[in-house]
C-alpha cells in the first residue's frame, strides 16, 4: 500500500547538481520523518539527509553545504538538492518513509564522473 519512488538520479559531472525527488503514496509525508540514504559499491548503506514532520534537518557531514532535503507536502514529495557533487557522492540513493515500520523506495542511481 504504502509506496516510495525515487526518481532525478543520473550522471553528472564534478561540480555539478541533481535534483532527487521521492514521490509517496499510502502515507503523508507531513505527518512522518523522511529521509534519503545512500550506498556505495562496497560501502553500507548511509543517512544522507533527514526531515522531521517538524521541519527539523539532519544531515551527513559529508554533504552539509552542499545538499538540502526538503519536502512539497500539497504534492507528498520529498526531494534532495545535490549541488557541488563529488565522485564520493555516487551511489543508489533511497528515500525512506520513517513511521511504526521502515519504507523504501526502489533507489537510483547517481553517478558523478571525474
Known amino acids: 500500500q504504502v509506496q516510495l519512488v525515487e526518481s532525478g538520479g543520473g550522471l553528472v559531472q564534478t561540480g555539478g547538481s541533481l535534483r532527487l525527488s521521492c514521490a509517496a503514496s499510502?502515507?503523508?509525508?507531513?505527518?512522518?520523518?523522511m529521509g534519503w540514504y545512500r550506498q556505495a559499491p562496497g560501502k553500507q548503506r548511509e543517512l544522507v539527509a533527514r526531515i522531521t514532520s517538524g521541519g527539523s534537518r539532519t544531515y551527513a557531514d559529508s554533504v552539509k553545504g552542499r545538499f538540502t532535503i526538503s519536502r512539497d507536502n500539497a504534492k507528498n514529495t520529498v526531494y534532495l538538492q545535490m549541488n557541488s557533487l563529488k565522485p564520493e557522492d555516487t551511489a543508489v540513493y533511497y528515500c525512506?518513509?520513517?513511521?511504526?515500520?521502515?519504507?523504501w523506495g526502489q533507489g537510483t542511481q547517481v553517478t558523478v564522473s571525474s
Open positions: 499510502g502515507i503523508s509525508i507531513s505527518n512522518n520523518a
Open positions: 525512506n518513509a520513517a513511521t511504526w515500520k521502515n519504507y
